[in-house]
Structures are given as structure tokens and as C-alpha cells.
């Protein structure tokens, strides 16, 4: 499935991300593509709130990753700071347990983009930023 969507404020990204995070099951990776600034961390807020999620979602930039607990887990996975670092981390492996998993800057963890659920984000101007959805997996949006 691919869809375009524009959004003209940070409110209304959010509003779009809580939606969907309200629909998604467990075990569902989502790839956030895209630029600093671009959107990203503010979805990921959005979703946080459709996952029931209580705590305070920002950006894991100097962590990586963070859980948090929802009605399903969720997983923030910003791989920023591995540009360049060539080694497998096995976050598979450790995430094996049933959560949804999303991540900020995949290309620096993971080869094959194109096979993923992903949501590329492209800023427009100051408050307007399109978000292309290209799902694999039967997500209602
Ligand atoms: P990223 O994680 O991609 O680096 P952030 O979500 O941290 O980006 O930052 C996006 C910035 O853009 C925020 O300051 C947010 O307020 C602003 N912004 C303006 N318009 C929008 C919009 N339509 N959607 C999302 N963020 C927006
Ligand atoms: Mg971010």
C-alpha cells in the first residue's frame, strides 16, 4: 500500500501518527525515513500516544534505543549515530519479544529498506511536510 499525505502542522502530524499507532498489533516494524527536522521524532510522539504510551517520548538520540510501556510495547530505535559503523548489532535478536518497533534513520542499520513498512518524510516549507506510507503489512490508515 502507498499513500501521500500532507500535513501542515506539527498537531496534525501527530494527530495522524496517534491514529495509527491506535490500530497497530504487535510484532509491526515501521521505518521512518528522512531528513533532520523532517518530522520524524514527532510522529514517533504521536504514535507513542495511540500506543496508550504515559511517559514523555523524545528523541534517543544518545541512547539509540528506549522502551516504553503501552497497551503493546514500544520500541524507538534512532540509529543516527551508527552512520558508518559497519558491525551487525543484533537488535533482531534482542527484540524478539512482541512490541512495535519503529526506527529513525534506518539506512544506517538496515540494507534493504524496500522490504519494510516505511514512511519517508519530506519537509515542504516551515510547517508543511509530506509523508509517503509505503506498507508491506496490512496496516489500516
Ligand atoms: P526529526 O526527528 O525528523 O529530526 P523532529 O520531529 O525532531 O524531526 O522535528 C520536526 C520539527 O518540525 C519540529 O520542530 C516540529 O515542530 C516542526 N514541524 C513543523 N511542521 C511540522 C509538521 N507538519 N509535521 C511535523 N513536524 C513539523
Ligand atoms: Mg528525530
Known amino acids: 500500500m502507498e499513500k501521500v499525505i500532507t500535513t501542515h502542522s506539527r498537531e ?3 494527530a495522524l501518527a496517534q491514529k495509527l499507532g491506535a490500530s497497530l498489533n504487535q510484532g509491526i ?13 514527532t510522529f514517533v510522539q504521536g ?3 495511540g500506543l ?5 517520548v523524545n528523541s534517543p538520540t544518545f541512547v ?3 522502551e516504553y510501556q503501552g497497551k503493546i ?5 534512532d540509529a543516527y549515530r551508527l552512520e558508518g559503523v559497519e ?7 534482542y527484540l524478539e519479544h512482541e512490541v512495535v518497533k519503529v526506527i529513525e534513520w534506518p539506512q544506517y542499520l538496515i ?3 524496500q522490504d519494510f513498512n516505511t514512511i519517508t518524510f519530506d519537509r515542504i516549507d516551515e510547517n508543511t511536510r509530506q509523508l509517503t506510507f509505503n506498507f508491506k503489512d496490512d496496516i489500516t490508515l
Open 12 to 14: 496534525e502530524t501527530q
Open 111 to 113: 540494507d534493504n529498506l
Open 73 to 77: 510495547p514500544l520500541v524507538h530505535i
Open 52 to 56: 496508550e504510551v504515559q511517559s514523555k
Open 64 to 66: 539509540i534505543m528506549k
Open 29 to 41: 516494524t515501521l521505518l521512518l525515513i528522512g531528513d533532520l527536522g523532517a518530522g520524524k521524532t
Open 87 to 93: 558491525q551487525e548489532l543484533g537488535f533482531d535478536d
Open 47 to 49: 504514535l507513542a500516544k
